[in-house]
């Protein structure tokens, strides 16, 4: 069973920050691809950021050089380092995780969590 939990959402000021925390229950967090996704109002959940087994990185176009994920293998914890936020990162953000880095980039993860709603807004 693995089991994800979601925390750090919240309402920021358009250029502010958040960081979002996934912590994974489970004894196999480290053979695990995870990911970001996000799911704004109206719209089709999109990929936001993913990180393989190993370490390799893989961002959408739209949060480069403005999100940074990361793991603690230790810890069993992800991270999802959100800066330069815009009203249009506004969305339900789900942390998501597979034996398969292609699952987790198209979406398809076998596991999820609830999902933390981030606002951004003056």
């Known amino acids: 069973q693995v089991q994800l939990v979601e925390s750090g959402g919240g309402l920021v000021q358009p250029g502010g920050s958040l960081r979002l925390s996934c912590l994974v229950s489970t004894n196999i967090f480290s053979s695990l691809a995870m990911g970001w996704h996000r799911q704004a109002p109206g719209k089709q959940r999109e990929l936001v950021a993913a990180?393989?087994?190993?370490?390799?990185?893989n961002y959408a176009d739209s949060v480069k050089a403005r999100f940074t994920i990361s793991r603690d293998n230790t810890k069993k914890i992800m991270y999802l380092q959100m800066n330069s936020l815009k009203p249009e990162d506004t969305a339900v953000y789900y942390c998501?995780?597979?034996?398969?880095?292609?699952?987790?980039?198209?979406?398809?993860?076998?596991?999820w969590g609830q999902g933390t709603q981030v606002t951004v807004s003056s």
């Open positions: 990180v393989s087994r190993d370490g390799r990185l």
């Open positions: 998501n995780a597979d034996f398969s880095l292609t699952a987790v980039g198209s979406g398809s993860s076998r596991y």
